[in-house]
């Protein structure tokens, strides 16, 4: 069984920063791309930041310039800087995991439980 679990989220004021981080756990052999996703209360779930095993990366446009994604093969683990925060960002944010190999199974996509971004003064 593959778990994703996200840490980082928090109240932070218009400007600042914060930086998010996600783990995955259970024998893991290979991850295709990991990335994050954002959900603010009523709307769809949307891409934020993506990359793949190679480091090839994908922004949303809202965020290009301020957020940068990084992962960390070795330990499968993915992290999200985010920079000059705005209300806007306000959501919960998910950790996803692609195309998932490890020692007995593989999975399409994961998904963490979710951490919570607030941006406000």
């Known amino acids: 069984q593959v778990q994703l679990v996200e840490s980082g989220g928090g109240l932070v004021q218009p400007g600042g920063s914060l930086r998010l981080s996600c783990a995955a756990s259970?024998?893991?052999?290979?991850?295709?791309?990991m990335g994050w996703y954002r959900q603010a209360p009523g709307k769809q779930r949307e891409l934020v930041a993506a990359i793949t095993r190679s480091g090839s990366t994908n922004y949303a446009d809202s965020v290009k310039g301020r957020f940068t994604i990084s992962r960390d093969n070795a330990k499968s683990t993915v992290s999200l800087e985010m920079n000059s925060l705005e209300p806007e960002d306000t959501a919960v944010y998910y950790c996803?995991?692609?195309?998932?190999?490890?020692?007995?199974?593989?999975?399409?996509?994961?998904w963490g439980q979710g951490t919570l971004v607030t941006v406000s003064s």
């Open positions: 996803n995991a692609e195309r998932v190999q490890t020692a007995t199974s593989w999975y399409l996509k994961r």
């Open positions: 259970g024998s893991i052999i290979s991850i295709n791309a």
